[in-house]
């Protein structure tokens, strides 16, 4: 249970930090549109890339950082394409959490921009494989459950942040409040890709 708790610390504490992933859920969650699907493959996401972490495929990274430079290129071309969509919302369109008038999107479509966000970006490889995975082998044949751990920190994030996102419906009833939003969304991913780009 020690590593188990230890494993959910570390894999809650990469996890929090805001990031375009973070902010695609949020944005869905306030839209309740397919949130139990967009958290689901995003805790999956993290499921694997932690799995593959602990079960070794840290060192193939390493050995392999063209890997990471694709998803870097890929990556930033995606988020500063992102970004801008939500700058062009933000002043072209007035939305409000009125059910009846959201435009109801393509499911398909939502799921794989999610993907994109999460396999795109060459920081979740770095936190996920490498980080959780060089850490996990400090306990040897109870690794797994570090990795349960990290896991399970994973889902109750994602699905707490994906529905609880409601919470923020009242403030959300105001246009100027997803203007806000989205301006932040837009500057926050051409931040990132800038990051990707020169750092």
């Not at 990469?14 to 995003?42: E, H, P, R, S, T």
């Not at 996401?45 to 950082?65: R, Y």
């Not at 290129?73 to 959490?97: D, E, R, S, V």
Request: hydrophobic share 60%.
């Amino acid at each position: 249970m020690y590593i188990f708790l230890q494993g959910f610390a570390v894999g809650m504490g990469l996890i929090v930090a805001i990031g375009a992933q973070n902010a695609f859920v949020l944005k869905q969650g306030l839209k309740k549109q397919y949130v139990f699907w967009i958290c689901l493959v995003c805790a999956l996401s993290d499921a694997i890339l932690i799995l593959l972490g602990v079960l070794g495929f840290a060192s193939i990274i390493e050995k392999t950082p063209e890997i990471l430079i694709i998803a870097q290129y890929f990556g930033a071309a995606f988020l500063f394409f992102y970004g801008a969509q939500h700058f062009y919302t933000a002043l072209t369109q007035n939305q409000t959490l009125i059910a009846t008038e959201q435009s109801e999107q393509n499911l398909w479509k939502l799921l794989a921009i999610c993907l994109a966000l999460t396999w795109l970006n060459p920081h979740v490889y770095l936190d996920t494989v490498i980080l959780l995975g060089s850490i996990s082998t400090q306990y040897a044949a109870a690794k797994m459950n570090f990795a349960l751990g990290a896991i399970t920190a994973s889902f109750i994030f994602f699905f707490a942040l994906g529905f609880g996102a409601r919470l923020l419906q009242p403030i959300f009833k105001r246009p100027n409040a997803w203007k806000v939003l989205d301006v932040l969304i837009a500057i926050m991913m051409w931040g990132i890709a800038f990051n990707l780009i020169f750092h």
